[in-house]
Nanobody
Framework: QVHLVESGGGLVQAGGSLRLSCAAS????????MGWFRQAPGKDREFVAA????????YYADSVKGRFTISRDNAKNTVYLQMNSLKLEDTAVYSC????????????????WGQGTQVTVSS
């Protein structure tokens, strides 16, 4: 079993920054790909970013490239999402996920998900 807990969400003005964290516990979490998804009200959940277990490959949605950066600290079993130049359309619940396969994470087919943390961007 893998348990994921997100933190760092909040209210920020457009153009501002936030850093989300996701702490993982349980079996082999440090050797799995980890990622972030988001879901805005009335919209489908969408992929945001993913990182392989050793950080050698990073994946981003086109909508966040150049603004968001994903990273991880395997010693802490934690993945981060640094969000800069936030826009109104970034408002959503951001959820962390992990899976043994990168395709599972990027495709949203992961077995393990966190509860999510709310990010609200105001004008």
């Amino acid at each position: 079993q893998v348990h994921l807990v997100e933190s760092g969400g909040g209210l920020v003005q457009a153009g501002g920054s936030l850093r989300l964290s996701c702490a993982a516990s349980g079996r082999t979490a440090s050797t799995w790909t980890m990622g972030w998804f988001r879901q805005a009200p009335g919209k489908d959940r969408e992929f945001v970013a993913a990182i392989t277990w050793n950080g050698d490959r990073l994946y981003y949605a086109d909508s966040v490239k150049g603004r968001f950066t994903i990273s991880r600290d395997n010693a802490k079993n934690t993945v981060y999402l640094q969000m800069n130049s936030l826009k109104l359309e970034d408002t959503a619940v951001y959820s962390c996920t992990t899976d043994p396969t990168t395709s599972g994470v990027v495709g949203g087919r992961s077995r393990y998900w966190g509860q999510g943390t709310q990010v609200t961007v105001s004008s």
